[in-house]
């Protein structure tokens, strides 16, 4: 069984935008993904990022745009699969890692296709089952669904954090853990 390795993981957040967000339970799907990514800050995990039309639905919320690391690459795009858009594939496999862990709005469009692209392109993908949202109850179901039985790995934010942290004793443990409590 795999799990996450920091030295070896990006964090992908796929389209967490104003009015995407605020057709959900904007609290929940923010707080997560905001803790993914400032543990991906403070563990120097790459953090790539990318935004649906956002001259329609808005740039990715500010409460998770605050915690990106310095120079994230944010993509805008059309596409549902991200790794369509020009030059996504290529950023990614810039910074030479194998374990992809996904997050984002909608679970079962764009998640899932890129999450399949990601697989065809040979990655380990990881699905942040407590961080993606759809609107429909039933279309997240089988947007997760289809992703296990496509091969991804499905995970938690509490899973992906305490993996990449690794120990107790790692120097961010106590700002990590207190993200979640």
């Given at each position: ?93 810039s910074y030479n890692k ?12 764009c998640v899932h296709q ?68």
């Amino acid at each position: 069984m795999n799990v996450l390795n920091p030295e070896n993981s990006l964090l992908l957040v796929i389209d967490v935008q104003e009015k995407l967000v605020n057709a959900l339970d904007k609290n929940i799907i923010v707080k997560r993904v905001s803790n993914l990514v400032k543990s991906a800050r403070l563990l120097e995990i790459p953090v790539v990022v990318t935004e649906q039309y956002p001259k329609g639905l808005g740039a990715t919320v500010q409460e998770v745009s605050s915690e990106f690391p310095e120079c994230t690459p944010v993509f805008e795009k059309t596409s549902f699969n991200a790794l369509d858009e020009e030059g996504v594939l290529e950023k990614i496999k810039s910074y030479n890692k194998k374990q992809i862990v996904i997050c984002g709005i909608e679970t079962h469009i764009c998640v899932h296709q890129t999450a399949a692209a990601l697989l065809r392109e040979g990655f380990e993908v990881y699905v942040v089952k407590d961080a993606c949202a759809s609107r429909s109850k039933y279309e997240f179901k089988q947007g997760i669904e289809l992703m296990a039985a496509n091969n991804a790995k499905i995970s938690c934010v509490e899973i992906v954090l305490f993996e990449w942290l690794r120990t107790a004793k790692n120097p961010h443990f106590k700002e990590i853990q207190a993200l979640i409590k």
